[in-house]
């Protein structure tokens, strides 16, 4: 297994257009979270996947970001009608709930959201 | 709600050092706390974590202890390396029984810079 993966790296694009990232989780996780990080901030929760069901939304997720999971598997997270303050790293991490209580939750390396 | 505070960085020394970045909590009940570290251009790693009171969570010589009545997660090592630069993130997972979802609160991150 070669880790959380998304895709793409890095994404530039113009005000107003809407952008989509995914990300791979390690196979055998079922749970996924999306996460944002700003310049010199820690990453802020964004919503949370047990398998394909989405059970928790931060306050911080308009009504532009919608995020997916079918099948439970991989996952999206689409911003539309982009705007200058979107740009930040969204970091996608995956664990397991079947193990001991809060097991460790794996990142990747993140997409970089650039509106220009 | 659940929050964490860590130092301001940047933190600089020169190696062999002693280290301390303190972090402290607030939570209800007894969450789980996680130091994870971000070296340049990679993502987020777990470095260490404690699941209850008292426990001290190692790895790499670096250490926490969970101390509850101080609500503090400080990381300590005692030596550091030039290869130990890098942001360090203190974070906790709030225990919310059988809703425990596994989601991070993250502290805004410590920049340590080693000098040789």
């Known amino acids: 297994d070669t880790g959380v993966s998304q895709d793409p790296r890095h994404k530039i694009t113009k005000r107003g257009q809407n952008v989509t990232f995914r990300c791979d989780p390690i196979s055998e996780h079922n749970r996924l979270y999306w996460y944002r990080q700003t310049l010199g901030q820690g990453p802020e929760f964004l919503t949370y996947?047990?398998?394909?069901?989405?059970?928790?939304k931060s306050r911080l997720l308009s009504d532009r970001f919608s995020a997916e999971r079918p099948k439970g598997s991989f996952s999206t997270l689409e911003i539309q009608r982009t705007e200058q303050g979107d740009s930040a790293m969204y970091l996608c991490?995956?664990?397991?709930?079947?193990?001991?209580?809060?097991?460790?939750?794996?990142f990747g390396q993140g997409t970089r959201l650039t509106v220009v | 709600g659940d929050s964490v505070t860590q130092m301001e960085g940047p933190v600089t020394l020169s190696e062999e050092a002693f280290l301390t970045i303190n972090c402290t909590y607030t939570?209800?009940?007894?969450?789980?706390l996680f130091w994870y570290v971000q070296y340049p251009g990679e993502g987020l790693q777990l470095l260490l974590k404690?699941?209850?009171?008292?426990d001290k969570g190692s790895n790499k010589g670096f250490e926490a202890t969970y101390r509850k009545e101080t609500t503090s997660f400080h990381l300590e090592k005692g030596s550091v390396q030039v290869s130990d630069s890098a942001v360090y993130f203190c974070a906790l997972s709030g225990d919310h029984g059988s809703s425990n979802t596994g989601k991070l609160i993250f502290g805004q991150g410590t920049t340590l810079q080693v000098k040789p």
């Open positions: 939570a209800t009940g007894y969450p789980s």
């Open positions: 996947f047990q398998n394909e069901a989405q059970l928790e």
């Open positions: 991490a995956s664990s397991t709930d079947r193990g001991p209580v809060n097991t460790e939750a794996f």
């Open positions: 404690a699941t209850k009171a008292d």
